[in-house]
């Protein structure tokens, strides 16, 4: 049984996010978002959007009538969104062009990664796309307490938290003038929060820790793992969970011999569509894992302790709670450590 607390906390969360009626966006609407001042004089009629993250959270706004271009994929859509997918044209798999962008006429661009338009984009920068009169809104997940001019996907100064999430969710809710639709899904993920956090927590799991792989450039070196401050430390952080990666990197590399010496409880791979590298392979990585001399050894993969997520749900992203539950259901497992 979980302690009546952490119940109560629960059902209390759960109830305080219920919305009440919300009320239509008053413009002008002006936003800061990621250091810059946006002003919009009404809802925008269109918009290309710039990473998976974001392209869900429009789709879950029922706003992908609107949405005229999607790029930078991990994984397929979630299943829920697979209709209205299917209608919008697909600019990239992976990074879009400058042109490609600007030639939907998009009346926003909905980024998920501030490097994608940053100073130094790869698409363009925030400027370039102003100067065309396309207004640039990046989630606020990959800015706060984030410093994307440190590591290659930024170090974080500050622990993840889904407050940032769902400041996204309101934010996009409001500029386009669907806040009742924001709200709902906010009050929706914030009681699946706390009851997977309460569910896990309820476990009494001491001395618990864990490695999340992401991916790797070549399959037999370094792999990209999760640093202290990103989604899924927070998930650790939220569950009980040590993360045995030290660096602030979003992303670091860290060696495969010093996470044995860690010795995590559970190791958690990612699975995905994209294939950039060998390792986005989820079965190559499981196979890796039990043939490889010094991964072998550990206690999570002698004791088949691996979790398998979504790629997707690894960065901040409307499957962070998912990615939670899914955790929180595989937890018990542990109890045998």
Known sequence: MYPRPLIAAAVAVACLALPAVA?????????????VDLTFDHAPDSAVTVGQAATEILYALDLGGRVKGTSVWFTKVLPEFAAVNAGVERLADNDPSFESVVAKRPGLVAVQ??????????????????????????????????????????????LYSMESLYQGVTELARIFDVTDRGEAIVADLRAREAAAVAKARGLGLKDSSAVFWFSS???????????????????????????????????PTVSWETIARANPSVIVVARMDRRRFEADDVEKKLAFLRSDPVTSQMEAVKHDRIVILDAHAMDPSIRNISALETLAEALPGLSGQ
């Open 217 to 251: 450039a070549e399959m037999d070196i370094d792999p990209y793992v999760a640093g202290q401050g990103g989604a899924p430390a927070y998930m650790m952080t939220a569950l009980g969970l040590r993360n045995v990666v030290e660096s602030d990197e979003e992303w």
């Open 23 to 35: 009320e239509p966006t008053r413009f002008p609407l002006a936003l800061e978002n990621c250091g």
């Open 113 to 158: 990664y501030e490097w994608h338009v940053g100073p130094q984009g790869i698409v363009a920068t925030r400027d370039q796309f102003a100067d065309l009169g396309i207004p640039t809104y990046i989630l606020p997940a990959d800015c706060i307490g984030k410093d994307n001019t440190s590591g290659s996907d930024g170090t974080r100064t500050q």
